[in-house]
């Protein structure tokens, strides 16, 4: 798959799976604890610390932070809905599983705009749901 296929498939994929949250919300009302909040919380100090090390591997030509931080960022953003995020991260994994630097470095700011539009989406269900 080239890198313009790549970022299309993915960007063809919502921004957030709302019913994801949805399900993990019902899920802490009904435990008494809403955990949409502190899993966001996670996420957010989370991303900055991966969307560096990400950044900071691509500089340096070296593959392997990329696609350690691309795959922690995936099964983050998957398990609270972020489909597009989560296949973003999949596609840079992948290109640093083939040693692909310029599929990787191509990828990665589409990644870091798209993580902030997920991380948008995120904190709006957060605080529309902390409402009720």
Do not use: W
Not at 41 to 59: F, H, P, Y
Request: glycine share 6%; aromatic share 4%.
């Amino acid at each position: 798959m080239s890198t313009s296929s790549s970022a299309q498939a993915a960007l063809a994929l919502p921004v957030l799976r709302v019913e994801e949250l949805e399900q993990l919300h019902q899920l802490g009302m009904e435990s008494g604890d809403d955990i949409v909040p502190s899993l966001y919380e996670i996420l957010c100090s989370d991303s900055v610390e991966r969307l560096q090390s990400m950044q900071k591997g691509l500089k340096a030509n070296d593959l392997r932070p990329v696609g350690a931080a691309a795959h922690s960022l995936r099964s983050s953003c998957a398990a609270l809905g972020g489909d597009r995020t989560s296949r973003l991260c999949q596609e840079i994994e992948m290109a640093c599983r083939r040693s692909d630097m310029q599929e990787a470095a191509t990828l990665y700011p589409i990644l870091e705009r798209e993580m902030a539009a997920f991380l948008t989406a995120v904190g709006a269900f957060t605080t529309r749901t902390a409402k009720h």
